[in-house]
């Protein structure tokens, strides 16, 4: 049983009732036993001996009162032959005191030279009060254990529909199955007006939130085509401009830098079609060393950026695998890079791989609590004047969700910024430790 659920709520609130109304019923008992002996007895057994006080001034041998709970004895100028040896050593008052192995109630009272005792043995009084008292009670509770259960089968015969469209909802598979399948024919059969509003409003939504993901795929497909059009007619306008030879060493390795640029906007639109598509079939997954696939990124990178008072190192202390698509690690890894070189003038990035992490660290301008609370917003910017969008941040923790990776950032301004991945199903393959600069 779900212990948030409302079927437990509903057992534990009834439970809590019952519980509550048992402390209180005996409470209530105790409480008017406390009464019956404190008060009534003491009241009852003071009256008593008030009577006998006017019957004995009229008549000094009247006998001491003798009835199957009360019983009396005198006692004249401290004679107290007539008197039980454990009364003896009582004074005026009210007692609870012992005789013959039991526990009888003692009123001790004087008047001139006489000195009466009335004993009280309640066993009687205690056997009626279990029949008249305590039996009556235990078929009160009894009545209201049962009504109360008869509560909580009506309470749970109402939100019972509740929790199987909850259940309905857990259960269905919204990966493999759509909305649409989503069927709650029979819950419609309930006469719970609210219930039935609530399915309908469940229905109405799961239907605008159908056409909603028709829509987006619709566009993501067109958007597809659309734009790996204009990217196939630069590729063929490439490929000629790269059979003339008479350019320079220089033309040449710009036309190969557009080449290899135009091979990374092709998988990166792929990638981020692929992504936006949340009903769309899982990336294909290699395991993808990423000791090389950095290596590769920093290499494409420090030659774009060509800055000299920016120095680059990669601290390796193992071999490591990870599973997944290599097209969305290099989309991971080139944004933080870029960021990195955007927001360095100058020092130095270092790029670590460790067991299950890889972590990149600069000596750029670094960031104040406050911005570091809004760098994964879309379209945010440290700084207004540097290139970009704001969008390389968004992109690392959307993959980051996406996959089941972990992303840690720590910064301080003027002093630089450390990024870390952690891979959970990150493999090491091999071990070495070795430094290596660009």
Known sequence: MNQQGLHYKLIKAFLLQ???????????VFSA????????????????????WMLYQKNPDIPTPNTLNLKGYLAINND????????????PGYFRTGLEGRMPIVYVEDLGNARLYLVFDEEQVAALA????????????????????LSYR???????????????????????????ELDLSELRQTTDSDVAKLIDALNHFTERLELFIEREQNFTRDASHELRTPLAVIKSALALLQKRQ??????????????????????LIETLLLLAREESSPLPEEDVLINDLLATLVEQLNRIVSNE???????QSCLLSIPASEKVLSILFTNLLRNAFSYTREGLISVAIDENRVTLSDTGIGMERQQLQQVFEPFYRVQT???????????????????????KIRSKLDEGTSISIIFPRARRIGGRREKSYK
């Open 18 to 28: 019952i519980l509550l109304i048992s402390v209180a019923i005996l409470l209530a």
């Open 33 to 52: 036993e406390k009464i019956v002996e404190d008060l009534l007895v003491r009241k009852a057994l003071q009256g008593e001996a008030a009577h006998f």
């Open 80 to 91: 107290y032959s007539d008197v039980p040896e454990d009364f003896h050593n009582l004074h």
């Open 130 to 149: 279990f029949y008249f008292g305590v039996v009556p009670l235990s078929l009160v509770l009894v009545l209201i254990y049962l009504f109360a259960w």
């Open 154 to 180: 009506q309470s749970r015969d109402a939100i019972s529909p509740v929790i199987q469209l909850a259940q309905l909802v857990e259960k269905f598979d919204f990966h493999s199955q759509g909305l649409a």
């Open 246 to 267: 008479d350019y320079s060493q220089i033309e040449r390795h710009s036309l190969a830098l557009i080449e290899s640029t135009l091979g990374d906007m092709e998988d």
């Open 309 to 315: 008072r920016i120095s680059l190192e990669i601290e």
């Open 385 to 407: 004047g540097h290139n970009g969008h704001g969008l390389g941040l968004t992109i690392v923790k959307r993959l980051c969700n996406r996959f089941g990776w972990k992303l």
